[in-house]
């Protein structure tokens, strides 16, 4: 069975600081997707970036990066110049969709404190 | 413009009554799908609708029933309320690779 793991309950970082968040997964598939969705205390689940797992390149979305490691099946999230509204939970995720409706399997969430 | 919505935002109610969540999309997508997230912010799919039927069922107690009358839309209904079910239930929906979730609705069972 798939599972994602964040070793990171809680993390901070100083506005304008650069903050790694990590994340690692389980899977005996090579052809799946990740994902990292943002929850703000709004508790609105917005997604942040998201990498095909075919894709060498690593996805970057402004000042959010990746780091994807398919053989070490880890795919940390890079936050660069943070600020105050990065103040969040952020959940990696993984899904296979082989077919549109597959299941999306959630980490356990870290939480990000950013000090201004 | 919402992409997913859900009514209620807030749901309180007293333990043994019978409630419903709505939930509805405008993306056009033929998926869509409940999830719960308990007080330790967990997240765990309950079901997935695909065109109105029935695909992922996670073991989740029958008191729950999912109804989706038409593809844009998928209810959560639940009977006899027990406290564990409050939580906070998001609805997404999806067409490809990637899950838009709605706003969530905070469960609160006295």
């Known amino acids: 069975a798939q599972t994602v793991t964040q070793s990171q309950p809680e993390m901070s970082v100083q506005e304008a600081e650069t903050v790694t968040l990590s994340c690692t997964y389980d899977t005996s598939e090579s052809d799946y997707y990740l994902f990292w969705y943002k929850q703000p205390p709004s508790r609105q689940m917005i997604l942040v970036i998201r990498q095909e797992a075919y894709k060498q390149q690593n996805a970057t979305e402004n000042r959010f990066s990746v780091n994807f490691q398919k053989a070490a099946k880890s795919f940390s999230l890079k936050i660069s110049d943070s600020q105050l509204g990065d103040a969040a939970m952020y959940f990696c995720?993984?899904?296979?969709?082989?077919?549109?409706?597959?299941?999306?399997?959630f980490g356990p969430g870290t939480s990000l404190s950013v000090i201004p | 413009d919402t992409a997913v919505s859900q009514t209620p935002k807030y749901l309180v109610t007293q333990m043994g009554n019978d409630k419903s969540i709505k939930c509805e999309q405008n993306l056009g997508h033929d998926t869509m799908y409940w999830y719960k997230q308990d007080s330790k912010k967990f997240l765990k799919i309950m079901f997935s609708y695909n065109n109105k039927e029935l695909i992922i069922n996670e073991t989740v107690p029958n008191r729950f029933s999912p109804k989706s009358p038409d593809k844009a839309h998928l209810n959560l209904h639940i009977n006899s309320l027990e406290l564990g079910d409050s939580a906070v239930y998001f609805c997404a929906s999806s067409q490809q690779d990637t899950q838009y979730f709605g706003p969530g609705t905070r469960l609160t069972v006295l």
């Open positions: 995720a993984y899904a296979l969709m082989k077919t549109s409706y597959d299941k999306v399997i």
